[in-house]
């Protein structure tokens, strides 16, 4: 461990962590013309229709863990670039459904192949993807995401 991460708290860690895949995702992409948050829309929409799920906009938000608004214009920019069709939900007006187009399909495909080799060098030192160690590090990880926080005093009092 570098003297800089010893004795850092468990929040630095995971900010750290945090921050090294998102540049290395967003150099690794660079080339392709994806930004790392172009590719989690991508890559979810994908995952998703393979899954036989057309989501809205608000649904595609809450399965990425990026802000609804953000979703939004990412996706208006990507539908721009041709990569995302945005229609409208014949159910329910107010929402926007997403689905890749075949541009988008053409784009997503390698940067999942990219993005899949990154994993495997993150995950190398703990033995690699099916090493019990990893196991237990995305159950770890698992139970940190879907614990609540408590609300800041400034949004309680809200």
Do not use: C
């Amino acid at each position: 461990m570098s003297e800089a991460l010893e004795g850092a708290t468990p929040g630095y860690l995971v900010w750290r962590l945090s921050i090294k895949w998102r540049v290395a995702v967003d150099r690794a992409l660079a080339p392709l013309g994806l930004t790392h948050a172009q590719y989690v829309l991508l890559s979810s929409l994908f995952g998703m229709r393979r899954a036989g799920l057309y989501p809205s906009q608000r649904e595609l938000a809450d399965h990425t863990g990026l802000e609804a608004l953000y979703v939004s214009k990412l996706a208006r920019a990507l539908e721009n670039d041709g990569l995302v069709e945005r229609t409208r939900d014949p159910a329910d007006s107010r929402a926007i459904r997403l689905a890749l187009t075949e541009r988008g399909d053409t784009a997503v495909r390698p940067a999942l192949a990219v993005v899949q080799a990154l994993v495997d060098q993150l995950l190398d030192p703990l033995g690699g993807q099916d090493d019990p160690r990893t196991a237990t590090f995305v159950h770890d990880l698992t139970t940190l995401l879907n614990a609540p926080l408590a609300p800041s005093p400034q949004e309680a009092s809200a």
